[in-house]
């Protein structure tokens, strides 16, 4: 059945030039969990209204916050009492994960009538590959304006969708206009609309990497897309050629279907402790938590084992320290992990400040058997199979049945479901560690 949706209200639009390129539409849902609450709780629509960590003690850290929330300052990712002397009617709501991945799956129901292409990045982004749907449904921003109104009109939440011949343009231009709209990024306007803005704005390029950037000159992405790509190389490696591909639109890689098995980059977890960590006791607990969450996940992927562990710490004056390194052999079990990440942790921090979050990730990821003389093959196998014996009682029982001796230190890393509340985002293909 094919329902053709009216363009009832953007008849005026011009179509969007696409030129028989692809037709990639990037779809981020605004203020997604601040929207979430205040659909359920309506007063709150025109009152600031900011969803934190659960972590009562500190008041959470600011997750999201809603559009009032956002006109007195509020930022997601300060802690509470600092939002609250900006806004001091800022209202606190303890965030709710099962309810918006509840919602982010009845949005992407939405997201199904017009492709089956669709790639999840997040929670509440998605890419959507309609280069097929064109004869069924429009083009391309027909097609976007089709989902932002029947987002908003169905799920009484909103989405941005930004229209691109690849996945980089679209997500940039779902960036540009917010909330509830559709930005093209055609072969007509990239060069006014993408060329002016900071690099930054390019996904995957974090704070290192601009500054990287701006030593060699480069401050806007028309001034990376105009470099020579020599220079880039040899100052970013083959991540500078790649970069260099992104801000002249030439980026080629397919929107993969998110049910559809495709290559995991990486595997990792962080969280943000609900006080701050100042022995290496606490925050062993706490890498051990995040290294069983990225263990389960392994077994959940049948990813192997996993040849190089990274770590991010993050202290109490939100400096960010990061760090990779190979552990004596292939690991996929928590203790594997978490051993290497202490061992990471030990060599790389030097305790300046308390520590205020951590990550954990694992990456290159192998299935052949490694020839080890020490034993340490053996260790990793048995840890192994007893976390896949632990994985299969909390299957059954929930996640508080078994818990490591170490957690009962502090009652209340217990009741963490880091598996359950956080999730996991693909990584970016090739990128270099952001420090
Ligand atoms: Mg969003």
């Known amino acids: 059945m094919a329902v053709r949706f009216g363009p009832a209200g953007h008849g005026g639009l011009r179509r969007c030039r696409l030129n028989g390129k692809r037709c990639i539409l990037h ?19 025109n009152k600031p209204l900011a969803v934190c ?52 799956r009845a949005v992407r129901a939405i997201y199904e009538r017009f492709t089956d292409r669709i790639e999840p990045f997040g929670i509440d982004e998605c890419w959507l590959d309609v280069t097929e749907s064109r004869f069924l449904f429009g083009d391309a921003r027909e097609i976007a304006e089709c989902i932002r109104a029947a987002v908003k009109r169905e799920i009484g939440v909103t989405v941005s969708v930004g229209v691109s011949w690849n996945k980089i343009f679209a997500k940039l231009a779902s960036d540009l206009k917010k909330p509830d709209a559709v930005t093209v990024i055609d072969e007509q306007n990239y060069r006014n609309v993408v060329w002016r803005l900071p690099v930054s704005n390019l996904l995957y390029v974090g704070k290192a990497t601009a500054k990287r950037l701006l030593q060699l000159g480069i401050g806007t992405i028309g001034d990376l ?33 998110g049910d559809r098995p495709h290559v995991v980059k990486s595997v990792g977890n962080s969280l943000t402790c609900y006080r701050d960590l100042t022995s290496p006791e606490e925050v062993h607990t706490l890498l051990l938590l995040l290294s069983e969450s990225v263990s389960a996940r392994l077994t959940e992927k049948g990813l192997g084992r996993a ?19 190979k552990p004596r ?82 009652a209340r890393l217990k009741n963490i479901d880091i598996k359950g509340t956080h999730l996991i985002r693909p990584a970016s293909p090739d990128a270099p560690d952001e420090e």
């Open 307 to 325: 040849e190089t562990v990274k770590i991010s710490v993050t202290d109490n004056a939100f400096r960010v320290y990061g760090k990779q390194g």
């Open 225 to 257: 897309a105009r470099a020579d790509e020599a220079m880039l190389t040899a100052n970013l490696g083959k991540w500078g050629k790649v970069l260099h591909t992104y801000a002249n639109g030439e980026d080629a890689s397919e929107v993969l279907p």
């Open 27 to 45: 779809s981020d849902l605004n203020n997604f969990y601040a929207s979430v609450e205040c659909l359920r709780r309506p007063e709150f629509w």
């Open 329 to 410: 052999v292939p690991v996929s079990s928590a203790k594997g992990i978490a051993d290497c990440a202490f061992a990471l942790f030990t060599s790389l921090y030097s305790w300046r400040a308390p520590v205020r979050a951590l990550g954990v990730s694992v990456c290159d990821f192998t299935v052949a058997e490694q020839l080890d003389l020490f034993g340490n093959d053996r260790q990793e196998e048995k840890s192994a199979k007893a976390d896949a014996a632990v994985l299969r009682l909390r299957e059954k029982y929930g996640s508080g049945i078994v818990q490591r001796a170490a957690v009962f230190q502090d």
């Open 53 to 104: 960590g659960s972590f009562e003690d500190r008041h959470g850290v600011v997750l999201a916050k809603n559009m009032p929330a956002k006109q007195m300052g509020v930022k997601t990712g300060e802690v509470f009492w600092q939002a609250k002397q900006k806004c001091p009617e800022l209202v606190s709501v303890p965030a709710d994960f099962p309810a918006y991945i509840k919602v982010s």
